[in-house]
């Protein structure tokens, strides 16, 4: 079993940054693909950024490409979510999630762990 837990949540202004970490326990992490999703309020979850095991490739929605950077730690069990330039349709819980079945996938039926969200809100 693998334990999400992500932080760096907050309230910011448009243009502003914010860099969201989600720590890992219970495994490492190593060898899983790791995501970032995010869920505004009445719409579906959607993919936001993946990291394969190795860090060596990436995947990001094009609504935050040039914006957003997903990096991780393997020796600390961390995934990082830096934010840059963010715009109030930002807004949402951003979940972190691990799978190690498919490979870098924007598919979020095929992360097995999840984490409990952390809140971001971007006023304009």
């Known amino acids: 079993q693998v334990q999400l837990v992500e932080s760096g949540g907050g309230l910011v202004q448009a243009g502003g940054s914010l860099r969201l970490s989600c720590a890992a326990s219970?495994?490492?992490?190593?060898?899983?693909?790791m995501g970032w999703f995010r869920q505004a309020p009445g719409k579906e979850r959607e993919f936001v950024a993946a990291i394969s095991w190795s860090g060596g490739r990436t995947d990001y929605a094009d609504s935050v490409k040039g914006r957003f950077t997903i990096s991780r730690d393997n020796a600390k069990n961390t995934v990082y979510l830096q934010m840059n330039s963010l715009k109030p349709e930002d807004t949402a819980a951003y979940y972190c999630?691990?799978?190690?079945?498919?490979?870098?996938?924007?598919?979020?039926?095929?992360?097995?762990?999840w984490g409990q969200g952390t809140q971001v809100t971007v006023s304009s």
């Open positions: 999630a691990a799978e190690d079945a498919y490979g870098l996938t924007r598919t979020s039926a095929w992360y097995d762990y």
């Open positions: 219970g495994r490492t992490i190593s060898s899983y693909v």
